[in-house]
């Protein structure tokens, strides 16, 4: 039997029509003479009838037929008597009248549905069933749609697709590398891509003019939910472009994606918030703009309250007095919620979380004993509270303010319910530092990678005061999620080495992991810039989902392992030798 339709395809305008599916027995049910079974393939299910009295040959061997058998059934499509609204071949059924038992099966060790209750662990065991459920069907149709639309879209705008590189040269770009041995030049490493960073670039000095790729990366570094040892990103470049031609053509890019994949139309111009607003607003450089809770700096309203804790940070320089407020919501905290939003304070360094209630009986907090009613006065005007608010203050390090604050807010928002998922909104950072100091070695490291461009006006403080410096990067937030980021590069040799020095590089080390750029800058190199998308992370966000492991067909735990295929696992000596490689006892 040749198949006909997908089991999920079949509608009213099929009735009368003889048709051939295949696929999984989701469940069979033997009702005497009648055996009903729901066959399911990716497209959906649909409700198979076995009728006695119309084919007993094909009832005896469908009475024979279990959970996940596949099977092949041919039958002449019955408008069915008893509906089922719930999914959308529920108005039809297939009457059978043959059926070939194509293989059996064993009982799955986890059940094929979408609400089972199976620790990751075996679901990533058995993976192959686990993908077989409806849920995740539908988020790598979701998955291929979107790379079909990406694709379509950048080779309309003039974008190439090249590959570059998998086995390339270590450098130091931020993360750790995966190393690769080589067996032809033994004692030495290739490194599989943290990104195609230097690669695109001398695309855009070889004259590709504008360059696609989605590509697979690798990075060596600790796990959570948005991050995989090997991931997938939307990569682009293009020359001869500043900073407003790459975000207009990437935010179309994306509006484009929210537009055919999920029916949303995204308003552009996308949002433009600088570093420095987005930290001072919202504690995070990819902030959340769902709903408000937004930071309000109280240092110079605290400044004489008679509150000590907070009169200190209001005075010492890089510290300061902050505050977000809950509007409305005060009856929804407790003293125990607020002391759970106090611990996720903590947990990002803060001392504590102090708080003020502002009740239908006036201002209820331990700490109004110890602030002036002038001060008092002032803090309630500046954070235009009213009746029912609830006002949470740090006072601390700004970085710790920041975080601790921005997080808080964050929380706040969950116990609340107000982050919707088919809310969407997105917006760009901007003007980022183009350094940060690493206090453990003592030395300024690029916020993004060494390869950005400061902006023109800050370029001679580069060697003066790195602290100042801001760079030509853009980073795309959607939700509180880092979509993308990307930034115009530094095209000119002689600024790039001013770069390497200024992050600690010697000229001999700059040549030696970075040569082979700094020889193409002197051949001609238009200026050039470009951004990187995280497609695990968007596919995530499309489907609604809280992990990328859930939009990735084979993905690695949280200790990067793969229980699938039990990866990574100890190679065989023999190879080890061929490789010149000993291995260490623990």
Known sequence: MKRTHYCGDLRNEHINQEVVLMGW???????????????????????IVFDEEIDKQAFEKASKIGSEYVISISGIVRERSSKNSNIPTGDIEIFANSIDILNE????????????????????????????????QKNFILRHKVTQIVRNFLSQEGFIDVETPMLTKPTPEGARDYLVPSRVSNGKF????????????LLMVSGMDRYYQIVKCFRDEDLRAD?????????????????????????????????????????????????????????????????????????????????????????????????????????????????????????????????????????????SKFINDEAMNRILSKMDAKTGDLILFVADRDKIVFDSLGHVRIDAAKKLDLLKKDEYKLLYV???????????????????????????????????????VRAKAYDMVLNGVELGGG?????????????????????????????????????????????????????????????IREVIAFP????????????????????LLELGIGLLDN
């Not at 059940?111 to 199976?118: F, G, S």
């Not at 008679?306 to 003293?335: L, W």
């Not at 040799?493 to 590089?505: P, V």
């Open 25 to 47: 027995v989701q469940r069979a049910r033997n009702l005497g003479g009648l055996i009903f079974v729901d066959l399911r393939d990716r497209e959906g299910i649909c409700q």
């Open 105 to 136: 099966a064993n009982t799955p060790p986890i059940y094929i549905k979408d609400d089972d209750d199976v620790s990751e662990n075996l679901r990533l065991k058995y993976r192959y069933l686990d993908l077989r459920k409806p849920k995740m």
């Open 190 to 201: 290739y490194a599989l891509p943290q990104s195609p960073q230097l690669f695109k670039q």
């Open 227 to 367: 991050r995989q040892p090997e991931f997938t990103q939307i990569d682009c470049e293009m020359s001869f472009v500043d900073m407003e031609d790459v975000m207009q053509i990437m935010e179309r890019l994306i509006a484009k994606v929210f537009d055919e994949a999920l029916n949303v139309k995204i308003d552009l111009p996308l949002q433009r918030m600088t570093y420095d607003e987005a930290m001072s607003r919202f504690g995070s450089d990819k902030p959340d703009v769902r709903f408000g809770f937004e930071i309000v700096d109280l240092t110079e309203e605290v400044k004489d309250c008679g509150f000590s804790v907070f009169e200190t940070s209001a005075m010492e320089e890089g510290k300061s007095v902050r505050a977000i407020n809950i509007n409305g919501y005060e009856s929804n905290f407790t003293r125990k919620g607020i002391t759970a939003l106090e611990d996720v304070a903590k947990t990002y360094g803060a001392k504590g979380l102090a708080w003020i209630k502002l009740t239908s009986e006036g201002v209820n907090s331990p700490i």
């Open 430 to 468: 901007t003007e980022f530092p183009q350094f940060e100091y690493d206090e453990d070695n003592n030395r300024y490291v690029a916020m993004h990678h060494p390869f950005t461009s400061p902006l023109d006006e800050d370029m001679e403080l580069l060697e003066s005061n790195p602290s100042k």
């Open 487 to 547: 930034s115009i590069r530094i095209h000119n040799s002689k600024i790039q080495e001013k770069m390497f020095t200024a992050l600690g590089f010697s000229t001999e080390e700059a040549w030696d992991k970075f040569g082979f750029l700094l020889e193409a800058f002197k051949y001609g190199t238009p200026p050039h810039g470009g951004i990187a998308f995280g497609l695990d992370r968007l596919i995530m966000l499309l489907a609604g989902e809280e992990s």
């Open 556 to 575: 690695k735990t949280q200790n990067a392992s793969c229980p699938l295929t039990n990866a990574p696992s100890e190679a065989d000596n023999t190879a």
